[in-house]
């Protein structure tokens, strides 16, 4: 892969689109300077980023990853010889922490729930029951976190009005209500707060 070329690529098509550094960053949500560092070719954008980029663009990620332009007959030459590797391992990445983050669910739960159910049974005093309740939401609030941070980076949501693929910002995320495949996002492109499709890859 030759990153100078993509990073000049990419540089390219961002001016085609007559965005600079900033505003790109702030669309994609990253900083100007992660557009930069991927465009001196000194970092690859991570396979959730060149799939936004790929929509954001219009070239495949094949595309962006060949640091040009493809006719039909090169397009096919370069098929698949970059992206399988690197999606795959992303793809087992995300699979795990979405794996651990349920098992840190399970054992939160578990936890407050027999907390607060034997304090119940226990017959204790009041004060100790209100330290018991006041405990299990700690354990709650601290194993929603752990969750969100694992799980904030696997994947991308899928806006259901534009199909706008993108990587939410950590506020927005723990913010967001939620059940087990999506969350109510704001989509950076429309704007539009809706429930949001999560997709792994
Ligand atoms: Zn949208």
Redesign the pocket.
């Known amino acids: 892969m030759d990153m100078q070329k993509i990073g000049y690529f990419l540089a390219e098509l961002r001016k085609e689109k007559n965005l600079t550094q900033d505003e790109l960053g702030e669309q994609i949500g990253v900083t100007n300077k992660t557009v930069s560092r991927w465009e001196n070719g000194n970092y690859l954008p991570p396979v959730e980023i060149l799939q936004i980029l790929s929509n954001l663009y219009n070239v495949s990620i094949n595309e962006l990853l060949s640091g040009e332009r493809l006719s039909d007959e090169r397009y096919k030459e370069h098929a698949e010889e970059y992206i399988t590797v690197d999606l795959i391992k992303k793809n087992k990445t995300a699979k795990k922490y979405l794996a651990a983050s349920v098992i840190v669910a399970l054992i939160t739960t578990l936890a407050a729930l027999s907390i607060i159910i034997s304090s119940a049974l226990l017959a204790a005093p009041v004060w100790l029951r209100i330290i018991c309740i006041v405990f299990s939401i700690v354990i709650v609030v601290a194993g929603i976190g752990v969750c969100c941070a694992l799980t904030v980076d696997a994947g991308v949501y899928e806006?259901p009005?534009?199909?706008?693929k993108f990587v939410p910002s950590m506020k927005d995320f723990i913010g967001g209500m939620h059940t087990l495949t999506k969350r109510k996002l704001k989509?950076p492109?429309?704007?539009?707060k809706s429930f949001c499709k999560k997709r792994l890859s």
Do not use: A, F, I, T
Not at 161 to 164: D, S
Not at 189 to 192: E, N, V
């Open positions: 806006c009005n534009c199909g706008e989509c492109k429309c704007g539009k």
